[in-house]
């Protein structure tokens, strides 16, 4: 449930309300606005008798919301989220963000090539991961801990914030001291005591859809993130399952316009995990900005044929600066 306090209702009126809230054993959850406070309401398990609530003074309306995801819903938070990490801002009316880098951090070296290759084409943070959650056990497993001291080094370097996947608790709070930005990947993105644990934290969140997951899924992953009083969550397209094997997956474009409706949260698109095929990267990339994403983050390396994953996917630094060239001329259009 959703309460409307009326533009005029005073701090007392708000505060009487989420009292009112309380007394019934739920949880108020004030929402500041530009234009009047609304008051969410959870806790609850189905539909609210909210007389006692309806007459007090200042309650202009009271919205009866059903679904799973209500903190992340425009429900509860009609305005558009501007999510800041790492020094970039992701959302409404900022220019869309590019995050850029190799699949898995290999080497120093590799990570320094990387993250000037990709700066210098304009890139605004950097990618690579660390902990790697690679379908099978014998492919490279990533370099864990030593693989963040290269990453950081080498966005330090350049002077590029660094985001880089997190797949268990325990490694949280490594991870925190050496990224700008966790990611939590597509085959965790039900893992919900790390969903909760990272809610925790107040640190920024790049939460990507699990590859089979529905917007419904989807969006109630990120509520786990901000029902614990993380709101800096920004969502990742990546591709879905089909039964389309020309691509490594589908990528589902019309989530973008869609989540931008249903959602207050930024939404950019990982075209590189959605297609498996450089050829496609770009297509795809500038296909996203025209649909509304509010970034995209895509996989470049320094040799993408020596490149221990996701080779087949990524831009070479010449392939990356054409890309660039090319949403630069987009974003004027757009
Ligand atoms: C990644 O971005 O490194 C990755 C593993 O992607 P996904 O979780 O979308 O498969
Ligand atoms: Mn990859």
Redesign the pocket.
Known sequence: MLIVMDHAATEAQVAAVAAAVKAMGLVAQPIPGSERTAIGVLGNEGYVDDSSIRDLPGVREVIHVSKPYKLVSRDFHPEASVVEAGGVRFGNGQPPVIIAGP?SVESETQMLAAAHLVKAAGAHMLRG?AFK?RTGPHSFQGLGYEGLKYLRQAGDAAGLPVIT?VMRIEQLETVCRYADVL?I???NMQNFDLLKEVGKLGFPVLL?RGMSATIEEFLSAAEYILAEGNERVILCE?GIRTFERATRNTLDLSVVPLVRGMSHLPIIV?PS?ATGKRSLVAPMAKAALVVGAHGIMVEVHPDPEKALCDGAQSLDGAGFSKLMAELNVLRGIL
């Open positions: 699949c991961g959650p996947e990611q990947g597509a085959r990507k990546r990982d995990h």
